[in-house]
């Protein structure tokens, strides 16, 4: 086969993933950021190309507001994670007889097998004053009265943890797997103890899992709906919760279309910040 | 062989069903989650022998928009917020209606409201079901004295109890009123004011929830107090809560009102029409005012005669005339009003 007989081939096979991709994600991109920069005169849709939205996200502190709590919640929740995934991860990996390893994952992504919707309510109710954290805490006596948890940030982070956990155990397992026992023998070798042995071999060679799944928890979590709906109780608000509203009655699709440009923007730097480690064909 | 044939009368049978159902009108519907419920849709469908496609939206602005980006025709019948008729016929959504054909004598006087659903003269809607944002409470709970004024439901007494309803057209209505300010009156000097009140009842919160989130918050005894609340909240829970009930404060409450119209450009008119004309006549008003999403007051006084004696109850039907004359229709703001109201709205929020 000659080169441009295998050009023409290798375009075939890509077009459509790029025509996908064009269609699905670089035109609607386009869009929006075009709709961005178009105003709202009354109720009435004005493409005159001005960075008003934009201006306005630094005026109104609201808006301000909801781009300072979803950064908080989300480098919460994503902390959080990888606090409680990578022993999890450990565990499965190094402690869990290799036979059983695969029931082991399968139990520790169980809860994606329910509806996020579903799973988000039943949090809401195991957090609530009558139910069961409360009702355990009271019959344990560590509490006289209920003390309020759902509707709450700490509702929000807890549904959140709940789920990339999950996550982020797939990524560092698929890291900790690939490592050579080898690595560790020969670092015990030199004289190094357990802790330094994780610190100075371990952990630096499974950075790549942890930041992947950190990256996809960022940009799941960051961009996510649904549980600080159910689960905050509007006590504050997140930037998707506040392009909801700008689109439910007003259907102000400019200012809604600027702050889903800023939340990308945001997404981007995480990308930046995390390219020095992200693999995504771990996954 | 045997198998063959059972093979064969299958196809034959499921072809048959799918030329059927091809056959069958179709009617394309945009409504509230109320028009959803089978018991109210399905009598019409075997009456007409017509399938009824329904899609549930939330937010006139959501709604607008997907008509907007629809082809003539992909729509018939639209359901929309009583006050944003103006805004469908605005956009050139809505058809007129020949109201003539419609049993609007038979309606509630209050909630005709032909001023809400007509432009220039000309009519595209009628109600069809009406309720009030007041506020749902759990009787077991509170002092039901202090559910009869505003000012104490979301005073310090009820803090951390109280859940407000997650619209800001209805709450900022309820703050109005306990403010002295008409619903139909306020204009951007009020803002300050209602917000304070906002700020008050937000202090006092323990959440801000929609329809489900607020239901299950009275539910599990997370709150006490639904601000906001109505017989649409509560009523569907009746039958196994009596202790989450209503009430209209005395200084009153916000109504809403929901209406019923033809899409401009729709393909089935006709058929529209008769779906509206079962919607509003007392059997559809009886379905729809107890679908199982939520419940509401039918337009149609002749429902009563449809609805239980216990449903009735439910819906406080002999307490209309009292509850009618003691409530506003939330506030209809133009688009700049609206857009000051929202952003307060969110600031009380991020509070």
Redesign the interface.
Same mark, same amino acid.
């Given at each position: 086969m000659n080169h441009a007989k295998q050009r023409i081939m290798g375009w075939g096979f890509v077009a459509p993933a790029l025509l996908w991709t064009m269609a699905f994600f670089v035109l609607p991109f386009v869009v929006m950021g075009a709709m961005s920069l178009a105003t709202m005169k009354g109720r009435t849709l004005i493409w005159d190309l001005s960075l008003a939205n934009y201006l306005e996200l630094a005026e109104k502190a609201y808006l301000w507001r909801a781009i300072v709590v979803s950064l908080e919640i989300t480098l919460t929740v994503t902390l959080v994670s990888i606090i409680l995934a990578y022993p999890l991860a450990w565990i499965i990996a190094f402690r869990v007889p290799k036979h059983w390893q695969r029931l082991a994952l399968l139990l520790s992504i169980l809860p994606f097998w329910t509806s996020y919707v579903v799973r988000s309510y039943a949090w809401l109710l195991v957090l609530a004053r009558e139910g069961m954290v409360n009702n355990t805490l009271i019959s344990l006596g560590l509490i006289g009265d209920p003390i309020t948890i759902a509707n709450t940030r700490f509702a929000t982070v807890t549904g959140f943890v709940h789920f990339f956990v999950m996550l982020l155990t797939l990524t560092i397992y698929a890291n900790l797997v690939q490592l050579s026992p080898n690595y560790r023998r020969a670092a015990m070798d030199l004289g190094a103890n357990a802790l330094q042995t994780f610190r100075h071999v371990i952990l630096p060679l499974t950075l790549p899992g942890v930041v992947t799944g950190a990256f996809l928890t960022f940009v799941l979590c960051i961009g996510d709906y649904v549980t600080p709906q159910i689960l905050g109780g509007n006590t504050e608000l997140t930037v998707p919760q506040v392009i909801m509203v700008q689109l439910g009655r007003r259907a102000d699709f400019p200012l809604a279309s600027a702050l889903a440009i800023v939340l990308m923007g945001i997404v981007s730097l995480a990308y930046i910040a995390s390219a020095r480690w992200l693999k995504l064909d771990r996954l | 062989m045997k198998c063959m044939r059972k093979i064969l009368l299958s196809t034959i049978s499921m072809v048959a069903v799918a030329s059927n159902a091809a056959a069958k009108d179709e009617l394309n519907a945009l409504v509230w989650c109320d028009h959803t419920d089978p018991a109210l849709i399905e009598p019409f469908e075997t009456e007409h022998n017509v399938k009824v496609n329904l899609r549930e939206y939330?937010?006139?602005?959501?709604a607008?928009?997907l008509l907007e980006q629809s082809r003539p025709g992909d729509w018939d019948v639209l359901v929309i917020d009583g006050i944003d008729v103006f805004?469908a016929v605005?956009a050139g959504i809505l058809a007129p209606l020949a109201v003539d054909e419609l049993p609007t004598a038979d309606f509630f006087p209050e909630v005709v409201m032909a001023e809400n659903n007509s432009v220039d003269g000309v009519t595209y809607a009628v109600t069809e079901k009406f309720g009030y944002n007041t506020v749902s409470y759990n009787s077991s709970k509170v002092d039901q004295s202090d559910m009869e004024d505003l000012s104490t439901i979301w005073s310090d007494k009820y803090n951390?109890r109280i859940?407000i309803y997650?619209y800001y057209?209805p709450v900022m209505g309820l703050a109005a009123i306990a403010e002295g300010i008409p619903t139909a009156k306020i204009g951007s000097s009020d803002l300050d004011q209602i917000g304070d009140v906002l700020s008050i009842m937000r202090s006092n919160a323990?959440?801000? /929830?929609?329809v489900? !989130?607020a239901q299950?918050?009275l539910a599990?005894?997370?709150v006490d107090i639904v601000v906001g609340g109505g017989e649409w909240l509560t009523a569907v829970l009746a039958g196994e809560r009596p202790e989450l009930t209503w009430t209209i404060p005395k200084e009153g409450a916000v109504r809403w009102a929901q209406s019923i119209g033809v899409v401009e450009g729709s393909k089935n008119s006709d058929l529209a029409m008769k779906f509206i004309n079962y919607i509003v006549s007392p059997e559809g008003q009886a379905r729809l005012a107890t679908s199982s999403c939520f419940w509401g007051m039918p337009a149609n006084a002749k429902a009563g005669d449809i609805l239980t004696d216990d449903q009735k109850a439910v819906l406080r039907w002999n307490q209309q005339p009292d509850y009618l004359a003691l409530t506003q229709l939330y506030p209809a703001p133009? /688009?700049?009003l609206? !857009?000051e109201m929202?952003?307060l709205w969110?600031?009380t929020?991020?509070q």
């Open positions: - | 939330e937010g006139t602005g959501a607008l928009a805004r605005e951390g859940s997650d057209l323990a959440s801000v /929830a929609g489900v !989130a299950t918050a599990t005894g997370e133009d /688009a700049d609206d !857009a929202q952003d969110l600031e929020l991020q």
